[in-house]
């Protein structure tokens, strides 16, 4: 399963958390002060990262319903995803910066 670098922090930040459900607010923390993209956009970006791995069970939503769309405020982790984030912690992580050659 292919996860894209936002979704291994999601995972890794609800596994490490001491509850079992995460404000979505703490995920704004992958970007860091020196962001590229607009503060619109990285919620847009920060939902579709929680609704893909939703989809996929690894995480449960919690939220508001209106008659048009769901508004996701917390999240927690399912056992499969649990499992999934015990791994990621295993593997070797990317540093932020790159190599001169």
Not at 35 to 43: I, M, V
Not at 65 to 70: L, P, V
Request: proline share 0%; net charge positive.
């Amino acid at each position: 399963m292919r996860l894209s670098s936002l979704q291994k922090f999601i995972l890794i930040r609800c596994y490490n958390s001491r509850s079992k459900r995460v404000n979505r607010i703490g995920f704004l923390a992958f970007y860091g002060k020196e962001a590229r993209a607009k503060a619109e956009l990285r919620t847009k970006i920060i939902t579709g990262s929680i609704e893909s791995l939703i989809d996929k069970e690894l995480l449960v939503g919690f939220g508001t319903r209106t008659s048009q769309k769901w508004f996701i405020g917390e999240v927690g982790l399912t056992i499969k995803g649990r499992r999934l984030s015990k791994k990621l912690l295993g593997e070797q992580l990317k540093f932020g910066f790159k190599v001169k050659k």
